[in-house]
């Protein structure tokens, strides 16, 4: 029976896992639940190993295959945690706990997972070891480096990796990939103008920080028009405007706080030299001081070449040919799977979740219709990865 029809089965058995996920949402690496169901299942498959507390609140399970011919291992990646987001929508598994929800599907991307662990640990039919990593803190938090840090690849011998995410607008049934930058850089920058308050009648005897801070931001809006290869991506972006308190006082400080976003480790480089030299020497042409702090960052998610092929190639052996796009058009979101990328070669890839609300909106839900493929995708992976030998 192909894959997709012997997962078909128990689709709404992953039904079920998922609407108990999306009623729980948790955040960051607060996923205590998410985690415990997750290991519970794992070990009700019959896992060879469920290890949990791994870069803090990660699982990881291992199946072995029927085939003793190899110790290789792949690692395949689901995000498990939520978003602080009120849901709107009234779903009979809507959201219990307020103002927290699922609304970047990472209940899917478990429920997936889980539905490749369970058909996996029931065949077999591979040689080697699938790991499957459920990690924390994707949003924000930094979660896919602490499981790296964690010694998550040495700890489980894995040699290659695989992450993979929803994208609302892509048909169900259809993935799509990249080699190279899939996803973008991430830089958080927070800039502090200081100049010298005072009476907003005696600008003489002050240095106004918002004037300085407004030419700054009209400055930065350079980088990307003027210094980067108009055929190369960037993006900067300020996002907050934090000055004063009164109409008639010049205040001491400006503060601002925005993101940088690149395709290339090169650029994400210039783009924050860049702004840090703006930031100096157009306050010092004031009279202020101007500091740029950067922090919260993610690196470049870079395919590997041959992993991205090979990818694709389990793809479409799924779904055919034509429903996967080997050539996507990057995205400038971030992903924290670029830690695990850093370590071991691998690939991202997207996969459709029909016509849905947009990623991290009120009323997005991720789609049980794209669960089969997902599982099956992992599935097929790694029988395809680790072939049980002749
Ligand atoms: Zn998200
Ligand atoms: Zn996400």
Redesign the pocket.
């Given at each position: 029976m192909p894959v997709l029809e012997r997962i078909r089965d128990f689709a709404e058995t992953m039904q079920a896992w998922r609407h108990d996920l999306h009623a729980h949402p948790e955040l960051l690496y607060d996923v205590e639940r998410t985690a415990g169901f997750v290991a519970e299942k794992l070990r009700s498959f019959g896992c060879d190993a469920v290890v949990t507390g791994i870069g803090r609140t990660g699982v990881v399970g291992v199946i072995r295959g029927k085939g003793r011919a190899s110790n290789r291992a792949i690692g395949l990646r689901a995000d498990v945690d939520a978003?602080p987001i009120q849901e709107v929508r009234d779903l009979p598994y809507r959201s219990t706990v307020p103002g927290m929800m699922h609304?970047?599907?990472?209940d899917g991307h478990t429920t997936m997972l889980l539905g490749a662990a369970k058909y996996l640990a029931e065949t077999r039919d591979f040689d080697g070891a699938a790991v499957l990593i459920f990690q924390p803190a994707?949003?924000g938090g930094g979660g896919g480096e602490a499981m790296v840090e964690d010694g998550l690849m040495e700890r489980f011998g894995i040699e290659s990796v695989y992450g993979m995410h929803n994208i609302p607008g892509m048909a169900v049934g259809t993935f799509a990939v990249r080699p190279g930058p899939i996803m973008a850089s991430t830089d958080r920058f927070t800039i502090t103008v200081e100049g010298r308050g005072g009476h907003a009648a005696l600008p003489q005897n002050a240095v106004d920080s918002v004037l300085v801070a407004s030419h700054v931001i009209i400055a930065l809006q350079s980088i990307v028009s003027r210094n980067i290869d108009p055929v190369q991506s960037a993006v900067v972006s300020v996002c907050t405007l934090e000055a004063g308190d009164a109409f008639n006082v010049l205040p001491q400080t400006v503060t601002l706080r925005g993101t940088v976003r690149t395709l290339s480790s090169a650029l994400r480089t210039q783009v924050r030299a860049r702004i840090e030299t703006l930031v100096a020497e157009i306050a010092a042409g004031f009279g202020a001081t101007g500091v740029t702090e950067f922090g919260g960052s993610y690196p470049v998610t870079e395919n590997h070449p041959a992993e991205t092929v090979f990818m694709a190639d389990v793809a479409a052996a799924v779904v055919g040919e034509e429903n996967v796009d080997r050539a996507v058009a990057p995205m400038m979101?971030a992903e924290d799977f670029s830690y695990m990328l850093e370590r071991r070669p691998g690939a991202y890839m997207f996969i459709g979740n029909g016509d849905s609300a947009s990623?991290?909106h009120p009323h997005y839900d991720f789609n049980d219709a794209a669960a089969p493929y997902g599982a099956s995708l992992w599935a097929r992976l790694i029988e395809t990865g680790l072939p049980l030998q002749a």
């Open positions: 978003l609304a970047c599907g990472h994707e949003e979101t990623l991290h």
